[in-house]
């Protein structure tokens, strides 16, 4: 069992900034997750943001590239999304996604997984709300 507990989300005007935050508590211990970040807006189908392979490294939205930047604090078993010129579009409920992923993986495993939006575990959601 892994449970994902988002925070950092808010209101925020255009051109701003916001930090998401995604503990990761796991009753056993894996050394390895794909990890996601993905955004709904009311009426839309959830959608990708950003995707992390610890090894293998990073994968945007176009929409998003060279604005918001995902990462993790092993230490801390957090993962982040840094948030940038914050646009109006970008308002939606935001959720952060894990699975666990074998130490022989292949460098396009957890970027499938990010494209098909395929993880075992979710978190409940953080609220961002951006005003123009």
């Known amino acids: 069992q892994v449970q994902l507990v988002e925070s950092g989300g808010g209101s925020v005007q255009a051109g701003g900034s916001l930090r998401l935050s995604c503990a990761v508590a796991?009753?056993?211990?894996?050394?390895?997750?794909?990890m996601g970040w993905f955004r709904q807006a009311p009426g839309k189908e959830r959608e990708g943001v950003a995707g992390?392979?610890?090894?293998?490294?990073?994968v945007y939205a176009d929409s998003v590239k060279d604005r918001f930047t995902i990462s993790q604090d092993n230490a801390k078993s957090t993962l982040y999304l840094r948030m940038d010129s914050l646009k109006p579009e970008d308002t939606a409920m935001y959720y952060c996604?894990?699975?666990?992923?074998?130490?022989?993986?292949?460098?396009?495993?957890?970027?499938?997984?990010?494209?098909?939006?395929?993880?075992?575990?979710w978190g409940q959601g953080t609220q961002v709300t951006v005003s123009s």
């Open positions: 796991s009753r056993y211990t894996y050394s390895s997750y794909c």
């Open positions: 996604a894990a699975e666990p992923a074998p130490e022989s993986r292949s460098r396009v495993y957890c970027e499938s997984r990010y494209k098909k939006k395929n993880y075992r575990y």
């Open positions: 992390l392979d610890s090894d293998f490294g990073t």
